[in-house]
């Protein structure tokens, strides 16, 4: 059952690569989440309850649905335009992406390691790489943030893969949560789509000490 | 044998039902479910006119259009009967034959010299040649999850059991459902009652047909949608006997005609330029299913 929701979570990837609006960028993230809820239910069942409840009400409650709506307020109050504005067109970021999935697969069945989960591998190197990409290849500061989320749900598939045995890195992962909260925060307090007009992050170059 | 009769007789109400759904989703009365039908037999009585700047190709090319479309359909099985012809590799014969049709209508539209037709043309070798990897990788993954090679043998020996074969399920459906929709220039990727020249994929290329060989090409999109809809269908038979296939495979076939004529009531048509973007999606899909087939081979886990 795992591998089935990570398949569909592998698809989202794709379609993050043919997406064009921000709100398609921010109802995939959400999406994520609900399956990175899906995936720990399944996984982490044989952890102690108390543990179990924070990482599953941290995957439902922040990631599916806090996140999304808090990312949506922002775009709305900062007036970000709703467009991607990417810098290579989506074809390209198709393919890149697949290539990134193929590249990742071959690379997981390089390792000649029983004890590797290899589909948690592949997807969640891949999640890691598309953000990464997403990164790189956007205009916008926001897109960077969610850029950052995807490669957080990439890092938190990867801990789930050995949640059993180590509890303490899904935390480590939720860490990491916090800390993109953060990146989400200081947005919103600064509200950048304000200050900078066009929220683009060649703007950025400008500031200096 | 089984499947070729079916399939003729399936793709006799293909268009029609396709037509009436849409009639009814838009709230009108609309034509009755054998008004394509009859459309086709009346432009088979009619004669053909040729303009004077098109060679041989032009006439000669909606018949192996046609003839490629039947040979296609002669290597479909049905469940556990084989078509008329099968060997082992035949999706690959499957997909070349119905290459070959395709290229005659490129060619056949590039011998009008009108510059829509060359541009149609070209739009229809493109979005085939995005679709072509979809469909090998997707025929490729079964065959290495049945070891066999031909359809026939391997739609026989598909059996779903586990949670993942579900989800492969589901995708190869997808797959093949949007290859259907590029192959027949269909809805996402191309409007069929589009009226400027310039937009249209298909519709274009067909523009200086008329007569018979205007009709052998609408009747060879009907036997194309129910082709496709005879492999879908196969999917879900696997080795039932025939008083369960043959229902199976007409509830499909309407599933399916009803499913197309919805796509086409209620979603607009994909810009021309991201075309390629949403057809090159089906490619990566189908690598997806080629991981979900290592998965359960355990080659990979």
């Given at each position: 059952m795992t591998n089935v929701l990570l398949i569909i979570?592998?698809?989202?990837?794709?379609?993050?690569?043919?997406?064009?609006?921000?709100?398609?960028?921010?109802?995939?993230?959400?999406?994520?989440?609900?399956?990175?809820?899906g995936i720990?239910?399944i996984e982490?069942?044989?952890?102690?309850?108390?543990?179990?409840?924070?990482?599953?009400?941290?995957?439902?409650?922040?990631?599916?649905?806090?996140?999304?709506?808090?990312?949506?307020?922002?775009?709305?109050?900062?007036?970000?335009?709703?467009?991607?504005?990417?810098?290579?067109?989506?074809?390209?970021?198709?393919?890149?992406?697949?290539?990134?999935?193929?590249?990742?697969?071959?690379?997981?069945?390089?390792?000649?390691?029983?004890?590797?989960s290899k589909i948690?591998?592949?997807?969640?190197?891949?999640?890691?790489?598309?953000?990464?990409?997403?990164?790189?290849?956007?205009?916008?500061?926001?897109?960077?943030?969610?850029?950052?989320?995807?490669?957080?749900?990439?890092?938190?598939?990867?801990?789930?893969?050995?949640?059993?045995?180590?509890?303490?890195?899904?935390?480590?992962?939720?860490?990491?949560?916090?800390?993109?909260?953060?990146?989400?925060?200081?947005?919103?307090?600064?509200?950048?789509?304000?200050?900078?007009?066009?929220?683009?992050?060649?703007?950025?170059?400008?500031?200096?000490? | 044998?089984?499947?070729?009769?079916?399939?003729?007789?399936?793709?006799?109400?293909?268009?029609?039902?396709?037509?009436?759904?849409?009639?009814?989703?838009?709230?009108?009365?609309?034509?009755?479910?054998?008004?394509?039908?009859?459309?086709?037999?009346?432009?088979?009585?009619?004669?053909?006119?040729?303009?004077?700047?098109?060679?041989?190709?032009?006439?000669?090319?909606?018949?192996?259009?046609?003839?490629?479309?039947?040979?296609?359909?002669?290597?479909?099985?049905?469940?556990?009967?084989?078509?008329?012809?099968?060997?082992?590799?035949?999706?690959?014969?499957?997909?070349?034959?119905?290459?070959?049709?395709?290229?005659?209508?490129?060619?056949?539209?590039?011998?009008?010299?009108?510059?829509?037709?060359?541009?149609?043309?070209?739009?229809?070798?493109?979005?085939?040649?995005?679709?072509?990897?979809?469909?090998?990788?997707?025929?490729?993954s079964f065959?290495l999850l049945t070891g066999?090679?031909?359809?026939?043998?391997?739609?026989?020996s598909l059996h779903f059991g586990s949670y993942i074969s579900y989800i492969l399920w589901i995708l190869a459906?997808?797959?093949?459902?949007?290859?259907?929709?590029?192959?027949?220039?269909?809805?996402?990727?191309?409007?069929?009652?589009?009226?400027?020249?310039?937009?249209?994929?298909?519709?274009?290329?067909?523009?200086?047909?008329?007569?018979?060989?205007?009709?052998?090409?609408?009747?060879?999109?009907?036997?194309?949608?129910?082709?496709?809809?005879?492999?879908?269908?196969?999917l879900f038979?696997g080795?039932?006997?025939?008083?369960?296939?043959?229902?199976?495979?007409?509830?499909?076939?309407?599933?399916?005609?009803?499913?197309?004529?919805?796509?086409?009531?209620?979603?607009?048509?994909?810009?021309?330029?991201?075309?390629?973007?949403?057809?090159?999606?089906?490619?990566?899909?189908?690598?997806l299913i080629f991981l979900g087939v290592l998965l359960i081979l355990g080659q990979f886990s």
């Open positions: 979570f592998a698809i989202t990837l794709l379609y993050l690569g043919i997406a064009h609006r921000l709100l398609t960028y921010i109802k995939i993230l959400a999406l994520q989440g609900v399956l990175l809820f720990a239910f982490l069942i044989e952890i102690n309850a108390a543990n179990l409840t924070f990482v599953l009400l941290e995957t439902i409650v922040i990631k599916g649905i806090a996140i999304p709506l808090f990312l949506n307020y922002v775009m709305k109050r900062n007036r970000i335009t709703r467009d991607a504005e990417p810098f290579l067109p989506n074809f390209v970021s198709l393919i890149i992406i697949t290539l990134i999935i193929i590249a990742t697969f071959i690379l997981s069945n390089a390792i000649d390691d029983s004890r590797i948690y591998f592949v997807v969640a190197l891949s999640t890691l790489f598309t953000g990464l990409y997403i990164i790189v290849t956007r205009h916008k500061i926001i897109t960077h943030v969610m850029g950052y989320l995807i490669i957080e749900n990439g890092v938190f598939i990867l801990s789930l893969a050995l949640g059993n045995e180590m509890p303490a890195l899904v935390n480590l992962g939720i860490l990491l949560d916090v800390f993109a909260s953060v990146f989400l925060l200081g947005i919103f307090v600064n509200r950048v789509g304000d200050v900078l007009k066009d929220v683009d992050v060649d703007q950025l170059k400008s500031l200096k000490d | 044998m089984i499947s070729l009769i079916l399939i003729i007789l399936a793709s006799l109400f293909f268009s029609g039902i396709i037509i009436r759904t849409k009639s009814i989703a838009s709230g009108r009365k609309g034509p009755g479910i054998f008004q394509p039908l009859k459309d086709v037999i009346r432009l088979f009585k009619k004669g053909s006119v040729y303009s004077k700047t098109t060679s041989f190709i032009f006439q000669i090319a909606p018949s192996i259009y046609f003839a490629s479309i039947i040979m296609a359909i002669m290597v479909i099985p049905l469940g556990e009967y084989k078509g008329i012809i099968s060997f082992e590799g035949d999706f690959v014969f499957f997909a070349y034959v119905l290459g070959v049709g395709k290229f005659f209508s490129i060619i056949s539209a590039l011998d009008t010299g009108s510059s829509f037709e060359g541009m149609g043309a070209s739009r229809e070798a493109l979005f085939s040649m995005f679709a072509e990897p979809a469909f090998f990788i997707l025929m490729g065959t066999h090679t031909s359809f026939q043998e391997i739609f026989a459906t997808v797959v093949l459902v949007m290859i259907t929709m590029v192959e027949n220039s269909r809805m996402p990727f191309d409007d069929p009652k589009t009226h400027l020249e310039l937009t249209m994929v298909h519709e274009v290329m067909i523009l200086d047909n008329s007569g018979f060989d205007l009709g052998l090409i609408l009747y060879g999109t009907s036997l194309k949608f129910a082709m496709y809809g005879a492999l879908i269908a196969n038979m080795s039932f006997p025939l008083y369960i296939t043959i229902p199976l495979f007409f509830g499909m076939q309407m599933l399916f005609a009803i499913a197309v004529g919805l796509l086409e009531s209620f979603t607009a048509r994909f810009r021309m330029n991201h075309n390629a973007q949403y057809i090159l999606t089906l490619s990566s899909v189908s690598l």
